[in-house]
C-alpha cells in the first residue's frame, strides 16, 4: 500500500474537499494522510460566513512530528491552501520530501475572479508551490492567473498552457480542468501533437466539489501508474457517473457535494 499526503481544507459540512478526496483515495487502495490546511464548519458556498481555524501554527509542528517519525509519502496531492504562509510551508516541507508524485490543484477562482480574500501575493505563492509539482490542474481561471494573462471564458489554449508549462518543471503537465468543447466539458493538455482534450457531456447544473473529488481521482490514477491520458479519461468519466448521479437524486439541499456512491463502485470494479 503506498501512502498519499492530502493536503488541503477539511470542512465538517458539505461533503467538499478533503472529505471528498479521503473515501476516494481510500478506495483506490491508498492509506491517506489526511492534513487539513484549515478547519470550516462548512464549505463557503451557500451556508453564509463559517468558522474558521487557520492551521499555520498547527502545520510546522505536524511536518516537525513527522520528520522524527520518519513518515514517509509517496505521493502527495495539495488542494485549497487559503493563505501565503500556509503555501510556503507546504512547499518548505514538500521541497524535503522525495515524492514519485505530486499533484496540485490550484485552487484560487473561477469565472474570472480570485476568490475574496486572495491577491497577486497569493496567485505569487502558488507559482511557487507548482514548481514542485508533477502536474497542476487549474480550472480556466486559475490558468489566466497563473500564467498572467487576461481571461477569457475560451482561452486560446495553446497559448495558455505553452505559459503554464514554462512555470513547471521539465516533464510536468499543465490540466486545464472545465474546458469546454461543443457540448462536452472536460480536460486540455499539451502534448508534443498539440492540445489535447478529454471530455464527457455536460450535465445541467453547477455542483459543489467536482473539482476537488477530480484531482483526487487523477491524482489516485496517476499514483497507480495509469498514463496521464488514462487517468483523464476515467476521471471524466467518473465525475459524469458522480454528477449524474446528484442529478437524479433530485436534492432538496443543492449545496452538499457530489453524490460519491456511483464513483466509488466504478474505482473498485477498476481492481
Ligand atoms: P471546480 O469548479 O469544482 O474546480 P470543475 O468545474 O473544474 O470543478 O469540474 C471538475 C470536473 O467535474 C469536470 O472536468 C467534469 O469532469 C465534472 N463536471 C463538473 N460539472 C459538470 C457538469 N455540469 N456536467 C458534467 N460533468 C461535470
Ligand atoms: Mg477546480
Excluded at 461533503?15 to 494522510?33: D, E, H, K, R, W
Excluded at 484560487?108 to 502536474?135: E, K, P, T
Excluded at 471564458?153 to 474546458?179: C, F, M, W, Y
Aim: aromatic share 6%; glycine share 10%.
Amino acid at each position: 500500500m503506498s501512502s498519499m499526503l492530502v493536503a488541503e481544507d477539511l470542512s465538517a459540512v458539505g461533503g467538499i474537499s478533503l472529505s471528498a478526496a479521503v473515501p476516494v483515495l481510500t478506495a483506490m487502495n491508498y492509506q491517506v494522510a489526511a492534513l487539513p490546511t484549515s478547519l470550516l464548519s462548512t464549505h463557503t458556498s451557500g451556508y453564509g460566513v463559517p468558522a474558521v481555524v487557520n492551521l499555520a501554527d498547527w502545520l510546522p509542528r505536524v511536518f516537525d512530528h513527522w520528520t522524527q517519525a520518519q513518515l514517509d509519502f509517496q505521493q502527495g496531492l495539495i488542494g485549497y491552501v487559503g493563505t501565503v504562509e500556509l503555501c510556503q510551508l507546504l512547499h518548505n516541507y514538500l521541497a524535503q520530501q522525495k515524492l514519485d508524485l505530486l499533484v496540485v490543484d490550484p485552487v484560487m477562482g473561477d469565472l474570472g475572479q480570485l476568490y475574496s480574500g486572495f491577491d497577486d501575493d497569493y496567485v505569487a505563492a502558488m507559482r511557487q508551490l507548482i514548481q514542485l509539482a508533477d502536474v497542476i490542474l487549474p480550472n480556466v481561471t486559475e490558468a489566466s492567473l497563473l500564467a498572467g494573462v487576461p481571461y477569457t471564458a475560451e482561452p486560446n489554449l495553446p497559448s495558455v498552457l505553452r505559459q503554464l508549462q514554462k512555470l513547471l518543471k521539465p516533464g510536468a503537465h499543465a490540466v486545464i480542468t472545465d474546458v469546454t468543447k461543443n457540448d462536452q466539458i472536460g480536460c486540455a493538455w499539451l502534448t508534443a501533437d498539440g492540445v489535447q482534450f478529454v471530455g464527457e457531456p455536460r450535465l445541467a447544473g453547477h455542483y459543489n466539489g467536482t473539482g476537488d473529488t477530480l484531482a483526487a481521482v487523477i491524482a489516485g490514477l496517476l499514483g497507480r501508474g495509469f498514463s496521464l491520458t488514462r487517468s483523464l479519461e476515467l476521471a471524466n468519466q467518473w465525475l459524469h457517473i458522480a454528477v449524474a448521479e446528484t442529478l437524479a437524486e433530485s436534492r432538496s439541499d443543492a449545496r452538499q457535494g457530489v453524490a460519491l456512491g456511483g464513483l466509488l463502485r466504478a474505482i473498485l470494479t477498476l481492481g
